[in-house]
């Protein structure tokens, strides 16, 4: 069994700023990659960014030089250090990480169950 605990959302203010933390637990082997997503009300769940096991990173565009993805691979975590938010980041954010359970095993992707991001004056 593996799960993806997500932590950190909340309310706050434009230009604010807020860290998401997810840790995966379980039966894990190892880790590829680990990724943050979001969703809001009535639009698709899009990329914010990712970062694989050798540190790379990718950030959607709405989002580079605010946000800033991190990882500690001995904790199996992964964080979101989120600046200078804006209403429009407002959404659920979830947690992917693409990891196998065992040497010979396949790598599967995982997601948490989400936190709420909010951000309004």
């Known amino acids: 069994q593996v799960q993806l605990v997500e932590s950190g959302g909340g309310l706050v203010q434009p230009g604010g700023s807020l860290r998401l933390s997810c840790a995966a637990s379980?039966?894990?082997?190892?880790?590829?990659?680990m990724g943050w997503y979001r969703q809001a009300p009535g639009k698709q769940r899009e990329l914010v960014a990712t970062?694989?096991?050798?540190?790379?990173?990718n950030y959607a565009d709405s989002v580079k030089g605010r946000f800033a993805i991190s990882r500690d691979v001995a904790k199996n975590t992964v964080y979101l250090q989120m600046n200078s938010l804006k209403a429009e980041d407002t959404a659920v954010y979830y947690c992917?990480?693409?990891?196998?359970?065992?040497?010979?095993?396949?790598?599967?992707?995982?997601w948490g169950q989400g936190t709420q991001v909010t951000v309004s004056s």
């Open positions: 970062i694989s096991s050798g540190g790379s990173t």
């Open positions: 992917k990480a693409s990891l196998r359970t065992s040497a010979t095993g396949w790598y599967t992707d995982y």
């Open positions: 379980g039966s894990i082997f190892n880790i590829h990659a």
